[in-house]
């Protein structure tokens, strides 16, 4: 019977990327995946890669810089290897931060105030009489993202099983010898979860992975240079791509495995955005949808070795996954092969919950 060095559950951006750093270090890897490779949380994402201080959870500082440094290389990588584009910005963002921010000064050291006025940088921008700052910061568009991972994990030889859960990692005298799924059972004596919000699922070990449910939509603009900069304020965030397509988010909600967007929630992203952009009122909204973060209860990611030998996890990267997913792929497949790792992981540890 056929068996791979790994098997990874969960075919998102998190799965995929580990995969392909896997199979540079020459692991046969299997990812099986419940439903389609990459169309969960992975695509339903804004795509901005947030590393300023400012936002991001101090105790995840230590991976978001490295990962967003890592960015260019991580893109290129899986452009050049899917012959697909993934619309890298890095034309920056402008941030309306909340009252409280701006009062404290924390964390503003990592912005700058604008070098220009509002005006200038982005005349569709109506008058805001806010505090605004420049963070240098890229964005990219993850459903292109995840759709270039498949490809580029396929051309690297990663092998799939698609359309069938995994239920159980199987072990032998304590030891992971594979995993089952609804259909079948692969074999492999290293399993690493990386099924998002779904992987409290999979037995043995229940992860307190929660899923935090956002609602976005998209808009068509009849000028594509409407806006270059994502600009985000405590109401709205507006994140341009290339092709003249703005995305308009999001929520944070706690309503369990539910992807359903609900008109009003779409009406108020949608005022907002043509509140802060006047000329969005002749926009058409081509598409909303929701997805699914994957929460955790102290809102950080779950990475490393589980108390079972040869089973990993690497989820709960909440808000940050895809600008988390370079650094996650580099970390995790260091810890799996057995190298030195020289991040402190232990703010990340699968066993904290139990403490
Ligand atoms: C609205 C929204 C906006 C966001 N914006 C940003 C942003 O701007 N920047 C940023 O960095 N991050 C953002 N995120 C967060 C980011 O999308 C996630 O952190 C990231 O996609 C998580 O990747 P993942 O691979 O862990 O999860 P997923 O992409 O959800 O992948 C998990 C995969 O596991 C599969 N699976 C589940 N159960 C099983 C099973 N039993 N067996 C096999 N497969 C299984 C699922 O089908 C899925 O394909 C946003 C998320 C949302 C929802």
């Given at each position: 019977?056929?068996s791979w060095?790994?098997i990874?559950?969960?075919?998102g951006?998190?799965?995929?990327s580990?995969s392909i750093?896997l199979?540079?270090s020459?692991a046969?890897?299997?990812i099986?995946?419940?439903?389609e490779?990459?169309r ?22 230590s ?5 967003a440094?890592?960015?260019p290389?991580?893109?290129h ?29 924390a964390g503003?050291t990592?912005a700058?105030l ?6 200038e940088?982005e005349p569709?921008?109506?008058e805001?009489s806010r505090?605004?700052?420049h ?8 459903q292109?993202?995840?759709?270039a ?8 030889g990663?092998?799939f099983s698609?359309g069938?859960p ?9 030891s992971?010898?594979?995993?089952t799924?609804?259909k079948?059972?692969?074999l492999a ?6 099924a998002?919000?779904w ?9 307190p ?5 956002g609602?976005?939509?998209s808009?068509?603009?009849p ?9 985000r304020?405590?109401?709205?965030y507006l994140?341009?791509r290339?092709d003249g ?12 495995f539910d ?10 992203l ?7 952009i006047?000329a969005?009122r002749d926009a058409k909204?081509?598409?909303?949808w929701a997805g699914?973060?994957?929460?955790t209860p102290?809102d950080l990611?779950?990475?490393?070795a589980t108390?079972?030998?040869?089973y ?11 600008l988390?997913?370079p650094?996650?792929?580099q970390i ?6 057995g ?9 990340f540890?699968?066993?904290r919950?139990?403490?």
């Amino acid at each position: 019977m056929k068996s791979w060095d790994v098997i990874i559950a969960g075919g998102g951006i998190i799965g995929l990327s580990l995969s392909i750093a896997l199979r540079k270090s020459g692991a046969r890897v299997l990812i099986v995946e419940r439903g389609e490779p990459g169309r969960e949380a992975s695509s339903a994402a804004g795509g901005m890669l947030v590393d300023g201080s400012l936002e991001t959870h101090a105790a995840l500082q230590s991976l978001a810089t490295p990962s967003a440094r890592l960015y260019p290389e991580f893109v290129h990588e899986i452009e050049t290897q899917s012959g697909m584009k993934v619309d890298l910005r890095d034309q920056g963002t402008i941030i309306f931060p909340p009252p409280e921010q701006v009062h404290e000064h924390a964390g503003l050291t990592t912005a700058a105030l604008l070098n220009a006025p509002l005006a200038e940088l982005e005349p569709a921008l109506a008058e805001d009489s806010r505090v605004a700052f420049h963070l240098k910061e890229r964005s990219v568009d993850p459903q292109a993202l995840a759709a270039a991972a498949v490809k580029a994990a396929k051309h690297q030889g990663v092998d799939f099983s698609s359309g069938d859960p995994a239920i159980s990692v199987n072990l032998s005298n304590g030891s992971v010898t594979g995993l089952t799924t609804t259909k079948t059972t692969f074999l492999a004596s290293k399993v690493i979860n990386c099924a998002g919000a779904w992987a409290g699922q999979i037995a043995p070990h229940k992860f307190p992975t929660r899923p935090v449910k956002g609602q976005m939509l998209s808009l068509v603009t009849p000028s594509r240079a409407l806006l270059s900069h994502v600009v985000r304020a405590p109401e709205v965030y507006l994140i341009p791509r290339s092709d003249g397509r703005i995305v308009v988010g999001t929520t944070v909600e706690q309503v369990g495995f539910d992807k359903r967007t609900d008109v009003p929630t779409i009406q108020r992203l949608y005022r907002a955005a043509v509140k802060m952009i006047p000329a969005l009122r002749d926009a058409k909204i081509l598409k909303d949808w929701a997805g699914l973060r994957p929460g955790t209860p102290d809102d950080l990611p779950i990475l490393g070795a589980t108390a079972t030998p040869g089973y990993y996890v690497a989820t709960g990267h909440f808000r940050d996954g895809i600008l988390l997913a370079p650094i996650t792929a580099q970390i995790m497949a260091d810890v799996v092969a057995g190298n030195p790792c020289h991040q402190d992981l232990s703010p990340f540890s699968p066993g904290r919950f139990a403490r």
